[in-house]
């Protein structure tokens, strides 16, 4: 495990009940140089892994209340609830006695891509917030990856790009086409598919899809701006296959200084294993 | 205030440092007759406004550890950061003792709607996660209200279809026809789009969002099964005009034995006001 990045950079040391210590590191900076919002909430999440008795994270959320910064930090963790089938924990990641990011998510046991999956337990009526998913019930995907080329027919933009983004030398994008605002002509549709993955050939797990949906270059690029994460929630639907991720970013709606930003990501088998949505600040650029 | 329901049933009492009485009423009952859950967002909601220095939540998040029950409950409050134009709040309603739901909120100044908007604030450059908004900045609206006829010329499920959902007393739905789930043939295509209101007169603003965006019977029935929530992101992107809402749910992915479920709300001057989304255990019917 160590030997990726996102494994060295998101370990998290018992350091006392429920606390942890860490280090954030500059290896996964934005491009304003701030340390990546998914990168924050991995690390907050890996923590709370280790103490709830469920593997796997099916939804998280976290709310960015400032910047990190490289450097140490520490996360308060708290298991709020051990159910038959879920269990719901939160994490305050602080730097320098300050909170930085405050996260919340619920752990199950999550299904393959491609199987059926399940969250375990068996089905006996109706339990309300703690009963066990229909691992048999009904099953559907409206919707389907991105048409995209095959990743070796596929452009990435530079590595040096993105100013200050070190995350760029992380996480490898090939999409269809240089994005307008890289060729200096954004061009109003803040919405775009690619493909992506580690760059140093880690398989993408669950803890991996919270960074790798938070990665990308903000959509509103393509509207002359940029932005800042409020708040970010993640649902996790299925282990993802090994291989390259194809995904879509979408903004829709952009008013009042504020947008979300829609994410969802598609694994090699073509099952979608995650979904993303944030309300982010738009800023100048 | 008092006289309309949703005011009367969300109100909350100090009774310590950060800390509110309520009572859970059994007037916002669900298909299994367990109080809806955005209701008890809103109460949380309610609460943390009062602690902070911001009129509007923008983003809130709940976490449902437990279904609610009709009866006493205590809201403990904790404001996580006052910003320059965002606070950032938490608050856990608790009944006997018991975490029922564990919510978050961002707040801010939010924009009418059909105004431009804005978090306030002057712009002097890149501040991050507490950044004004760019309220003179880009707008983009891609996406419509969904394409009903009048309210007058709509349907609505009667009320007392729904079982032991006493929030259909609360909340009035006019749709283009009846849902198959109601005629006994699911359509096996869980989305649908439809008019809502408070069923009392009362207009609806941004707490009242909260509740009407988790008070549909869920979109799965037309699979033929129900579901529980787990967790519920709310933006509210808007102050809505007077009148009736115009709506739209849909569940794209089922499997595993969980789904998701999207819900955006108009307003009747044609302003997107709030999108949610939901992640739900698929249950037995």
């Given at each position: 495990?160590?030997?990726?990045?996102?494994?060295?950079?998101?370990?998290?040391?018992?350091?006392?009940?429920?606390?942890?210590?860490?280090?954030?590191?500059?290896?996964?900076?934005?491009?304003?140089?701030?340390?990546?919002?998914?990168?924050?909430?991995?690390?907050?999440?890996?923590?709370?892994?280790?103490?709830v008795?469920?593997?796997?994270?099916?939804?998280?959320?976290?709310?960015?209340?400032?910047?990190?910064?490289p450097?140490?930090?520490t996360?308060?963790t708290?298991?709020?609830?051990?159910?038959?089938t879920?269990?719901?924990?939160?994490?305050?990641?602080s730097q320098d006695?300050?909170?930085?990011?405050?996260a919340?998510?619920?752990?199950?046991?999550?299904?393959?891509s491609?199987?059926?999956?399940?969250?375990?337990?068996?089905?006996?009526?109706?339990?309300?917030?703690?009963?066990?998913?229909?691992?048999?019930?009904?099953?559907?995907?409206d919707?389907?990856?991105?048409?995209?080329?095959?990743?070796?027919?596929?452009?990435?933009?530079?590595?040096?790009?993105?100013?200050?983004?070190?995350?760029?030398?992380?996480?490898e994008?090939?999409?269809?086409?240089?994005?307008?605002?890289?060729?200096?002509?954004p061009t109003?549709?803040?919405?775009?598919?690619?493909?992506?993955?580690?760059?140093?050939?880690?398989?993408?797990?669950?803890?991996?899809?919270?960074?790798?949906?938070?990665?990308?270059?903000?959509?509103v690029?393509?509207?002359?701006?940029?932005?800042?994460?409020?708040?970010?929630?993640?649902?996790?639907?299925?282990?993802?296959?090994?291989?390259?991720?194809?995904t879509c970013?979408?903004?829709?709606?952009?008013?009042?200084?504020?947008?979300?930003?829609?994410?969802?990501?598609?694994?090699?088998?073509?099952?979608?294993v995650?979904?993303?949505?944030?309300?982010?600040?738009?800023?100048?650029?």
């Amino acid at each position: 495990m160590g030997d990726f990045a996102f494994d060295a950079d998101t370990r998290v040391s018992p350091s006392g009940v429920g606390e942890f210590l860490a280090t954030v590191t500059g290896r996964w900076g934005g491009i304003t140089g701030v340390p990546n919002g998914g990168y924050l909430l991995a690390m907050c999440t890996r923590a709370l892994g280790l103490r709830v008795s469920f593997p796997d994270p099916i939804v998280v959320s976290g709310f960015f209340l400032r910047p990190g910064t490289p450097g140490p930090a520490t996360i308060r963790t708290s298991v709020v609830r051990e159910g038959r089938t879920t269990a719901f924990g939160e994490a305050v990641l602080s730097q320098d006695g300050k909170d930085v990011i405050r996260a919340a998510a619920a752990f199950a046991r999550l299904g393959g891509s491609g199987g059926s999956g399940g969250s375990g337990g068996s089905s006996d009526g109706p339990v309300l917030a703690d009963g066990p998913g229909l691992a048999d019930g009904p099953v559907l995907t409206d919707g389907a990856p991105p048409d995209l080329p095959p990743p070796s027919d596929c452009v990435g933009v530079p590595v040096g790009s993105f100013g200050p983004a070190t995350i760029a030398e992380r996480v490898e994008f090939r999409s269809r086409e240089f994005p307008g605002w890289f060729l200096g002509r954004p061009t109003g549709r803040p919405s775009s598919e690619f493909w992506m993955r580690f760059a140093d050939g880690r398989d993408t797990d669950l803890l991996g899809l919270l960074v790798l949906v938070d990665s990308t270059a903000p959509s509103v690029l393509e509207l002359g701006a940029s932005s800042a994460t409020i708040q970010l929630t993640v649902h996790l639907r299925a282990h993802p296959a090994p291989g390259w991720l194809a995904t879509c970013a979408s903004t829709r709606f952009v008013s009042g200084g504020y947008h979300e930003e829609d994410f969802e990501v598609w694994d090699s088998a073509g099952t979608l294993v995650a979904q993303s949505r944030q309300l982010a600040i738009v800023q100048p650029l």
